[in-house]
C-alpha cells in the first residue's frame, strides 16, 4: 500500500503542479484580451427590415434543397435569409431572392466590420474546420490581421456570421487551459475520463493516507511509559550465548527499547523502515512478518524468524539474537591517516581506531556522522579528476542538521592494512548531496571520526565451490576484501571476477586486479564498460551481470556447483538475481550486500 500510495502520490503531485501552475498563469492574463473583445465591435443595431424583400414563406418554398430552419437578418447592408438543413447551411438575399455566396472580398469585409484594430486584413482562407473555433463545427473562413497581438478573425462559410477573434495572448491562456482541465484533445470537456481519474486519485490517495498515518503509529506511542506494562527483551549473541536483560515497556519496538539503554542496531534511516540493517532473530513464537519485512528480507530469513527490530512491538517479554551483538554498545574512534582519490567520485578513506577490532572480509561499520554545515570549497579535488567535477550542480552550501550513522564497507582485510579501516566511498551529487557522503569527502588527514562495529553477514562461505564474484561501483570495497582474503589463504578453486564500471576512469584498483590475475591462475578479472568502448582483450562493452552470463554463465556445466558473492548499485543487483533465478541457481548460493538503500 505503501508502494501504490507513493506512485500514484507522484502522479497526482505532477498534475497538481500542472492545475496549480496553469491556474497561476491564466489569473495573469487580461480577460477581454483572451475573450477576444480588445478589437471586435458589436454587430450594429437591426434596421428598418425592406418593404420589398420576398416573404420568408416565397423563398423557402422555391428552395432546390429542404429546409429545416430558417432566420432573417443583416450581412453589412444586405437583408438576407439563413436557411439550414441537416447537410449544409446557405445564404438567401431577401430582397431579390437569389442566393448569396460568400466570397473571399465579401468575407473580408465582414471581418474588418467586426474589427476596431491598428492591423491590416491579409487575404481570407477557407478551412474545413479549426482548433480555434472547436465550439462550431463547420467550414470557416480565416482573416488574419498584421496588428501586434496576431488577431485572426473566423467568419462561419454557411451563415456568414463572426464567430471568433483569436489573438496570441488566447492561443497562450488556451495552453494552460489544456493543461488545467486535461482535454488534450478538444480542450473544452472539462469532465474528461483524464480529469476524473485524477480526482478519484486524489481522494483515493487522501483516503489511504488517512490510513497509513493510522497504521503508521501505535496507540502506545500516543501512552506515556510508565503507564504502560513493564516487559523485557533478552538479547542473545549469535553463538547462542545471553548478552543481557533490558528493560522495556509494552509498545516500545525492539529497536527503541535497545536503543534506549545503549544498544545501538545498526540503521542508516534511524529506524524508519526503510533500510533493513536492524534485522534480528526472534526466539520461541515469530510474529507474522509486516509489509516491511518482507520488503527488507529474504523468504528464507522471514522463515527463519528473523524480522525488522524498528518495526517488532513488545506486547510481552521476547527473546532475540543479535548477530555482531558484542558490538552495538561500543563505540570507538578514529583518525583519519590517508585520503586517496581511486575515482572521479570514489574515494579512498583509511581510519586508524583507537582500539584493535577484528573485522571479517565483507562485514562493514558504521560511521557516525554529526551535525555539519559544508561547502563544495571544502572538497580537495586532484588536478586530474576537476574537469569531472565541473558539471556537477552543487549548492554553495549543504547541512545536516540532525546526527546520523552511514555504513561503509571495509575495502581491505584489516591485518592487510595494518590494522587500520580501509573504506570506499561514492559521492552522491545532486542540489541536495548524499549527507553521508558529503561528510566523508570533505575529511582531512588528522580528522576524528566515531563509528560503530563491525556488522553484517556478507562473508566468504566456507568450502572450495567455485566463485562468481560480481559487482560495480562502490561494491568493490567488499568485494575487494573477500578476494584479498581468498587468494591470501592459496584457495584452488577457480575464481571469477566481473566488475561493472561507466569507464576506466570510474574503475578502482584496477591495476591491482590485473596483478593478481598474472599471480594467480585462478583468478580470472573482467572489466565491463557501460559508456565505454572495450580496448582490450580482458575488457568487455555492455552491462555487467549480462557479460557474464554471455561469457560464463551461459555455458558452464555446472552453475549448481558455484557460489556467487554479490555486491554494488541496487539495479544492478537486482537485475543479476534475477538473472540467476532464471538461471535456476539456488538462493543459498547467492550472497549478495544491497548496501540497504
Same mark, same amino acid.
Given at each position: 500500500?505503501?508502494?501504490?500510495?507513493?506512485?500514484?502520490?507522484?502522479?497526482?503531485?505532477?498534475?497538481?503542479?500542472?492545475?496549480?501552475? $496553469?491556474?497561476?498563469?491564466?489569473?495573469?492574463?487580461?480577460?477581454?484580451?483572451?475573450?477576444?473583445?480588445? /478589437?471586435?465591435?458589436?454587430?450594429?443595431?437591426?434596421?428598418?427590415?425592406?418593404?420589398?424583400?420576398? @416573404?420568408?414563406?416565397?423563398?423557402?418554398?422555391?428552395?432546390?434543397?429542404?429546409?429545416?430552419?430558417? $432566420?432573417?437578418?443583416?450581412?453589412?447592408?444586405?437583408?438576407?435569409?439563413?436557411?439550414?438543413?441537416?447537410?449544409?447551411?446557405?445564404?438567401?438575399?431577401?430582397?431579390?431572392?437569389?442566393?448569396?455566396?460568400?466570397?473571399?472580398?465579401?468575407?473580408?469585409?465582414?471581418?474588418?466590420?467586426?474589427?476596431?484594430?491598428?492591423?491590416?486584413?491579409?487575404? @481570407?482562407?477557407?478551412?474545413?474546420?479549426?482548433?480555434?473555433?472547436?465550439?462550431?463545427?463547420?467550414?470557416?473562413?480565416?482573416?488574419?490581421?498584421?496588428?501586434?497581438?496576431?488577431?485572426?478573425?473566423?467568419?462561419?462559410?454557411?451563415?456568414?456570421?463572426?464567430?471568433?477573434?483569436?489573438?496570441?495572448?488566447?492561443?497562450?491562456?488556451?495552453?494552460?487551459?489544456?493543461?488545467?482541465?486535461?482535454?488534450?484533445?478538444?480542450?473544452?470537456?472539462?469532465?474528461?475520463?483524464?480529469?476524473?481519474?485524477?480526482?478519484? #486519485?486524489?481522494?483515493?490517495?487522501?483516503?489511504?493516507?488517512?490510513?497509513?498515518?493510522?497504521?503508521?503509529?501505535?496507540?502506545?506511542?500516543?501512552?506515556?511509559?510508565?503507564?504502560?506494562?513493564?516487559?523485557?527483551?533478552?538479547?542473545? $549473541?549469535?553463538?547462542?550465548?545471553?548478552?543481557?536483560?533490558?528493560?522495556?515497556?509494552?509498545?516500545?519496538?525492539?529497536?527503541?527499547?535497545?536503543?534506549?539503554?545503549?544498544?545501538?542496531?545498526?540503521?542508516? %534511516?534511524?529506524?524508519?523502515?526503510? %533500510?533493513?540493517?536492524?534485522?534480528?532473530? %526472534?526466539?520461541?513464537?515469530?510474529?507474522?512478518?509486516?509489509?516491511?519485512?518482507?520488503?527488507?528480507?529474504?523468504?528464507? &530469513?522471514?522463515?527463519?524468524?528473523?524480522?525488522?527490530? %524498528?518495526?517488532?512491538?513488545?506486547?510481552?517479554?521476547?527473546?532475540?539474537?543479535?548477530?555482531?551483538?558484542?558490538?552495538?554498545?561500543?563505540?570507538?574512534?578514529?583518525?583519519?591517516?590517508?585520503?586517496?582519490?581511486?575515482?572521479?567520485?570514489?574515494?579512498?578513506?583509511?581510519?586508524?581506531?583507537?582500539?584493535?577490532?577484528?573485522?571479517?572480509?565483507?562485514?562493514?561499520?558504521?560511521?557516525?556522522?554529526?551535525?555539519?554545515?559544508?561547502?563544495?570549497?571544502?572538497?580537495?579535488?586532484?588536478?586530474?579528476?576537476?574537469?569531472?567535477?565541473?558539471?556537477?550542480?552543487?549548492?554553495?552550501?549543504?547541512?545536516?542538521?540532525?546526527?546520523?550513522?552511514?555504513?561503509?564497507?571495509?575495502?581491505?582485510?584489516?591485518?592487510?592494512? #595494518?590494522?587500520?579501516?580501509?573504506?570506499?566511498?561514492?559521492?552522491?551529487?545532486?542540489?541536495? @548531496?548524499?549527507?553521508?557522503?558529503?561528510?566523508?569527502?570533505?575529511?582531512?588527514?588528522?580528522?576524528?571520526?566515531?563509528?560503530?562495529?563491525?556488522?553484517?553477514?556478507?562473508?566468504? &562461505?566456507?568450502?572450495?565451490?567455485?566463485?562468481?564474484?560480481?559487482?560495480?561501483?562502490?561494491?568493490?570495497?567488499?568485494?575487494?576484501?573477500?578476494?584479498?582474503?581468498?587468494?591470501?589463504?592459496?584457495?584452488?578453486?577457480?575464481?571469477?571476477?566481473?566488475?561493472?564500471?561507466?569507464?576506466?576512469?570510474?574503475?578502482?584498483?584496477?591495476?591491482?586486479?590485473?596483478?593478481?590475475?598474472?599471480?594467480? @591462475?585462478?583468478?580470472?578479472?573482467?572489466?565491463?564498460?557501460?559508456?565505454?568502448?572495450?580496448?582490450?582483450?580482458?575488457?568487455? &562493452? #555492455?552491462?555487467?551481470?549480462?557479460?557474464?552470463?554471455?561469457?560464463?554463465?551461459?555455458?558452464?556445466?555446472?552453475?549448481?556447483?558455484?557460489?556467487?558473492?554479490?555486491?554494488?548499485?541496487?539495479?544492478?543487483?537486482?537485475?543479476?538475481?534475477?538473472?540467476?533465478?532464471?538461471?535456476?541457481? $539456488?538462493?543459498?548460493?547467492?550472497?549478495?550486500?544491497? /548496501?540497504?538503500?
Amino acid at each position: 500500500m505503501r508502494k501504490i500510495h507513493k506512485w500514484v502520490g507522484l502522479i497526482i503531485a505532477i498534475q497538481f503542479v500542472l492545475w496549480l501552475a $496553469s491556474g497561476v498563469v491564466m489569473s495573469l492574463f487580461d480577460a477581454a484580451k483572451v475573450a477576444g473583445r480588445e /478589437f471586435r465591435i458589436k454587430p450594429p443595431a437591426a434596421g428598418t427590415w425592406p418593404a420589398n424583400a420576398q @416573404p420568408l414563406e416565397t423563398v423557402v418554398a422555391s428552395s432546390s434543397a429542404p429546409v429545416k430552419v430558417a $432566420s432573417s437578418g443583416w450581412l453589412l447592408d444586405i437583408p438576407v435569409y439563413r436557411l439550414v438543413n441537416d447537410k449544409s447551411g446557405w445564404i438567401v438575399r431577401a430582397d431579390t431572392g437569389s442566393r448569396l455566396d460568400l466570397d473571399p472580398a465579401l468575407v473580408t469585409k465582414l471581418a474588418q466590420a467586426s474589427y476596431s484594430g491598428p492591423g491590416t486584413a491579409q487575404a @481570407p482562407r477557407l478551412l474545413s474546420y479549426s482548433p480555434e473555433t472547436r465550439k462550431h463545427k463547420e467550414p470557416v473562413w480565416r482573416v488574419d490581421f498584421s496588428d501586434s497581438d496576431d488577431t485572426s478573425v473566423y467568419v462561419s462559410a454557411r451563415t456568414g456570421n463572426v464567430l471568433e477573434h483569436r489573438n496570441s495572448t488566447w492561443r497562450v491562456f488556451d495552453f494552460f487551459w489544456m493543461l488545467h482541465i486535461m482535454d488534450y484533445a478538444e480542450r473544452e470537456n472539462f469532465n474528461n475520463k483524464l480529469l476524473v481519474t485524477s480526482a478519484i #486519485g486524489g481522494v483515493w490517495m487522501a483516503l489511504t493516507g488517512v490510513w497509513l498515518l493510522f497504521a503508521s503509529f501505535r496507540l502506545s506511542e500516543f501512552v506515556p511509559a510508565k503507564w504502560r506494562r513493564a516487559t523485557s527483551v533478552n538479547v542473545f $549473541s549469535g553463538d547462542g550465548g545471553k548478552l543481557c536483560t533490558v528493560p522495556a515497556n509494552q509498545g516500545d519496538t525492539v529497536f527503541q527499547a535497545l536503543a534506549r539503554h545503549g544498544l545501538q542496531l545498526p540503521s542508516n %534511516c534511524g529506524g524508519g523502515q526503510s %533500510c533493513g540493517l536492524c534485522e534480528v532473530r %526472534c526466539r520461541g513464537t515469530v510474529p507474522e512478518p509486516t509489509a516491511a519485512d518482507r520488503a527488507m528480507l529474504s523468504p528464507q &530469513k522471514l522463515a527463519a524468524g528473523y524480522r525488522l527490530a %524498528c518495526n517488532l512491538p513488545l506486547h510481552g517479554s521476547m527473546d532475540i539474537d543479535v548477530a555482531n551483538a558484542d558490538a552495538l554498545a561500543a563505540e570507538y574512534e578514529a583518525t583519519v591517516t590517508q585520503v586517496r582519490a581511486v575515482a572521479p567520485f570514489l574515494r579512498e578513506i583509511t581510519l586508524r581506531p583507537s582500539a584493535q577490532l577484528e573485522c571479517r572480509p565483507g562485514s562493514y561499520i558504521q560511521v557516525h556522522v554529526p551535525q555539519y554545515v559544508r561547502s563544495a570549497s571544502d572538497i580537495q579535488l586532484p588536478d586530474e579528476h576537476r574537469d569531472d567535477w565541473k558539471g556537477m550542480a552543487l549548492p554553495d552550501s549543504w547541512n545536516s542538521p540532525v546526527p546520523l550513522r552511514r555504513s561503509y564497507s571495509l575495502a581491505i582485510p584489516v591485518e592487510k592494512a #595494518g590494522g587500520q579501516l580501509t573504506l570506499l566511498v561514492r559521492f552522491i551529487p545532486g542540489q541536495q @548531496p548524499g549527507r553521508g557522503s558529503s561528510y566523508m569527502y570533505t575529511l582531512k588527514e588528522g580528522d576524528k571520526v566515531r563509528f560503530s562495529g563491525a556488522f553484517g553477514d556478507f562473508a566468504i &562461505k566456507p568450502g572450495n565451490r567455485e566463485k562468481v564474484i560480481i559487482g560495480g561501483g562502490a561494491g568493490m570495497a567488499p568485494l575487494r576484501a573477500m578476494i584479498h582474503a581468498m587468494l591470501d589463504n592459496g584457495v584452488s578453486e577457480p575464481v571469477h571476477f566481473w566488475y561493472g564500471a561507466r569507464s576506466h576512469r570510474d574503475a578502482p584498483y584496477v591495476d591491482e586486479m590485473k596483478a593478481f590475475a598474472a599471480r594467480h @591462475p585462478n583468478f580470472k578479472w573482467h572489466l565491463v564498460l557501460s559508456d565505454e568502448d572495450a580496448t582490450a582483450q580482458d575488457v568487455a &562493452k #555492455g552491462l555487467v551481470h549480462e557479460a557474464a552470463h554471455e561469457a560464463l554463465l551461459r555455458q558452464h556445466p555446472d552453475l549448481a556447483a558455484c557460489d556467487f558473492y554479490l555486491c554494488g548499485p541496487p539495479a544492478m543487483l537486482e537485475a543479476t538475481r534475477k538473472l540467476l533465478r532464471e538461471l535456476g541457481v $539456488s538462493d543459498e548460493h547467492i550472497a549478495f550486500d544491497d /548496501f540497504k538503500v
